[in-house]
């Protein structure tokens, strides 16, 4: 088993995947985000070729700015609540919801303390 404290899984040297405790690794993060400044830790968990995994955690009320993501992307809530949006368009997503993150220019705010899993294509 993984220990929370490594930062990116891949395979081992036998070709077989680590596991990763989330909600472990998770409540450590929220932690981190309550204390932060910015009210948001993050920490890449699988780094594979083309592929990556984040566990972002959020603080209530906090933001992860507008930005473009850097390719095909999807976002499962893991615990509390946000609001994904973009210009014309919101996504309310709570415990065991997961979306799409639309191409466009988009920005998520943490309604409550928040931890997301965000998986992104790299192109």
């Given amino acids: 088993m ?24 998770g409540d450590r993060l929220l932690d981190e985000a309550r204390a932060a400044g910015s009210g948001r830790a993050a920490r890449t968990i699988i780094a594979l070729p083309g592929l990556r995994t984040t566990l972002l955690a959020l603080a209530a009320g906090r933001e992860l700015a507008e930005h473009q993501a850097p390719g095909s992307a999807t976002i499962a809530c893991l615990s509390g609540e946000a609001t994904l949006a973009t210009g014309d368009r919101e996504w309310r997503l709570r415990a065991d919801d997961a979306v799409a993150i639309p191409q466009e220019s988009h920005r998520l705010l943490a309604e409550r303390d928040t931890l997301v899993l965000l998986t992104v294509r790299l192109d």
């Fill in 2 to 25: 993984t220990s929370a404290n490594s930062s990116a899984q891949g395979d081992d040297a036998n070709g077989a995947a680590e596991v990763v405790p989330l909600r472990t690794f």
